[in-house]
């Protein structure tokens, strides 16, 4: 079983920046394709960003696209997502999201592991 836990999230104001990490703990002898995922309140869980397991493949939001950059430390199963010019829209919560065939995907049904979520919260 792989447990991912997310760090990083805070109240920040717009123009601001935030890091969030997430490292997958437990059975890490795979590679995993791993991404994050974002919830405001009262809609549907959107993708923001993924990675593929040797960082070949990576993908963005348009909505995130060239504010946000997600990086991992692959050797250690752990992903960041580095948080530029944040926006009140930007406010959720972040989760991670993790699959053990190493694809980096868009996709919420291709990921079966999932933390608990970071809140992001953007003021004006």
């Known amino acids: 079983q792989v447990q991912l836990v997310e760090s990083g999230g805070g109240l920040v104001q717009a123009g601001d920046s935030l890091r969030l990490s997430c490292v997958a703990l437990?059975?890490?002898?795979?590679?995993?394709?791993m991404g994050w995922f974002r919830q405001a309140p009262g809609k549907e869980r959107e993708f923001v960003a993924a990675?593929?397991?040797?960082?070949?493949?990576?993908y963005y939001s348009e909505s995130v696209k060239g504010r946000f950059t997600i990086s991992r430390d692959g050797g250690k199963n752990t992903i960041y997502l580095q948080m530029n010019s944040l926006k009140p829209e930007d406010t959720a919560v972040y989760y991670c999201?993790?699959?053990?065939w190493g694809l980096g995907s868009v996709r919420f049904a291709e990921y079966p592991y999932w933390g608990q979520g970071t809140q992001v919260t953007v003021s004006s």
């Open positions: 999201a993790a699959n053990p």
């Open positions: 437990g059975r890490t002898d795979s590679s995993y394709g």
């Open positions: 990675i593929a397991w040797n960082a070949g493949t990576i």
